[in-house]
């Protein structure tokens, strides 16, 4: 994902089991916003308990593991 400003860029790459983001931005005046990258849909577990299949939803086994890794690349436009 990129996000242009008119001075920079913010680039945000995750891996490949993460194909989804989840993005927030308070309505109340703040100026931030977040976006995070996440390996299953907005209401994932909804969605599946009506059929939709490959929701994304990873349910590991005791001692399992997924990691997650993800970069954010700030750069100056020139």
């Known amino acids: 994902m990129v996000i242009d400003y008119s001075t920079h860029r913010v680039q945000i790459d ?10 927030f931005a308070p309505d109340d005046g703040r100026n931030f916003f977040v976006i995070k990258p996440v390996t299953s849909s907005n209401n994932d577990f909804a969605l599946a ?17 997924l990691p997650i890794s993800m970069c954010i690349m700030v750069s100056a436009h020139r």
Not at 17 to 22: D, R, Y
Request: negative net charge; glycine residues 12%.
């Open 14 to 23: 995750a891996i490949r089991e993460c194909q989804q983001l989840v993005y």
């Open 49 to 65: 308990a009506n059929g939709v299949a490959d929701t994304g939803i990873k349910i590991p086994s005791s001692g399992d593991q």
